[in-house]
T-cell receptor
Framework: RKEVEQDPGPFNVPEGATVAFNCTYSNSASQSFFWYRQDCRKEPKLLMSVYSSGNEDGRFTAQLNRASQYISLLIRDSKLSDSATYLCVVHNQAGTALIFGKGTTLSVSS | ETGVTQTPRHLVMGMTNKKSLKCEQHLGHNAMYWYKQSAKKPLELMFVYSLEERVENNSVPSRFSPECPNSSHLFLHLHTLQPEDSALYLC???????????????FGEGSRLTVL
């Protein structure tokens, strides 16, 4: 099983749509989870952390299911500016660095 | 100005060349990282330095040689590379390697390497 697995997409949605991305991870001992965003030909940037209780930041909601080793990101009311690749990120076995998924590409159109 | 600066932004080299990638962070962080990003593959962790000591070496071929002379600078020395080493090499920093727990990795814009 890959350390971090995501559906690569692409997800093509109209403005205003709700879209959800899923991610599974293999390290059951991992304690920290994140979503990063990477725009085309740019560096990745932290979007939000993922907490056990679930957390929301504006139009973005992240959920964690430890039993299933599953993380999700929900984007409501999609904007054109949300078009990017979303990277699921978890800690490595040693807890010293972050392991990235391949990313899920989102394209929002008008 | 970005907090993490990488040079050069683009590099083309032959398989017999020796070159170096440079990374400098202006954020006062203690941990620095090299990641490799190839097309259609996830970011691959290469090296982690914490307080100038290497704490992670992710089975990277010896043709890649990192150097961390101080907490603000990180180098990746390249020699006898292969065409499959062509990729975007991203440097990142964090407050310390333990605080990658917070997910606060700050990336540079990357050095795009092409090996002919």
């Amino acid at each position: 099983r890959k350390e971090v697995e995501q559906d690569p997409g692409p997800f093509n949605v109209p403005e205003g749509a709700t879209v959800a991305f899923n991610c599974t991870y293999s390290n059951s001992a991992s304690q920290s989870f994140f979503w990063y965003r990477q725009d085309c030909r740019k560096e990745p940037k932290l979007l939000m952390s993922v907490y056990s209780s679930g957390n929301e930041d504006g139009r973005f909601t992240a959920q964690l299911n430890r039993a299933s080793q599953y993380i999700s990101l929900l984007i409501r009311d999609s904007k054109l500016s949300d078009s990017a690749t979303y990277l699921c990120v978890v800690h490595n076995q040693a807890g010293t660095a972050l392991i990235f998924g391949k990313g899920t590409t989102l394209s929002v159109s008008s | 100005e970005t907090g993490v600066t990488q040079t050069p932004r683009h590099l083309v080299m032959g398989m017999t060349n020796k070159k170096s990638l440079k990374c400098e962070q202006h954020l006062g962080h203690n941990a620095m990282y090299w990641y490799k990003q190839s097309a259609k593959k996830p970011l691959e962790l290469m090296f982690v330095y914490s307080l100038e000591e290497r704490v992670e070496n992710n089975s990277v071929p010896s043709r890649f040689s990192p150097e961390c002379p101080n907490s603000s600078h990180l180098f990746l020395h390249l020699h006898t590379l292969q065409p499959e080493d062509s990729a975007l090499y991203l440097c990142a920093s964090s407050q310390d390697s333990g605080s990658s727990n917070t997910g606060e990795l700050f990336f540079g814009e990357g050095s795009r390497l092409t090996v002919l």
